[in-house]
């Protein structure tokens, strides 16, 4: 059972930047998809970014497009978002997720269901 923890949330102005982690200790979180998604109150899950199995393919929702940038760290286990110009309507609840997504292309990974394993979740606040 792989187990992730999501660190680097906070309170933030508008137009601040945020870097959000997201680490396991199992070395085979190399070979999973790793995805952000975001709740907000009163609000559905929904996709924020994700990067394939290999690296190779990143994907963002048009909501984050040019803000938002996503990396992953094999070395570390780790996965990173960079959040950029903030913005209020940013604020939710962070989660990253792994999966192992074979497919590719968009709409490969921006369904929750497809994600075998999640983070507790990490609060982002940004006032404006």
């Known amino acids: 059972q792989m187990q992730l923890v999501e660190s680097g949330g906070g309170l933030v102005q508008a137009g601040d930047s945020l870097r959000l982690s997201c680490a396991t200790s199992?070395?085979?979180?190399?070979?999973?998809?790793m995805g952000w998604f975001r709740q907000a109150p009163g609000k559905e899950r929904e996709f924020v970014a994700a990067?394939?199995?290999?690296?190779?393919?990143?994907h963002y929702a048009d909501s984050v497009k040019g803000r938002f940038t996503l990396s992953k760290d094999t070395a570390k286990n780790s996965g990173y978002l960079q959040m950029n110009s903030l913005k209020p309507e940013d604020t939710a609840v962070y989660y990253c997720?792994?999966?192992?997504?074979?497919?590719?292309?968009?709409?490969?990974?921006?369904?929750?269901?497809?994600?075998?394993?999640w983070g507790q979740g990490t609060q982002v606040t940004v006032s404006s």
């Open positions: 199992e070395r085979a979180f190399s070979r999973y998809a």
């Open positions: 997720a792994a999966g192992l997504l074979y497919c590719s292309g968009y709409g490969c990974y921006t369904s929750a269901t497809d994600y075998d394993y």
């Open positions: 990067i394939s199995r290999s690296g190779s393919e990143k």
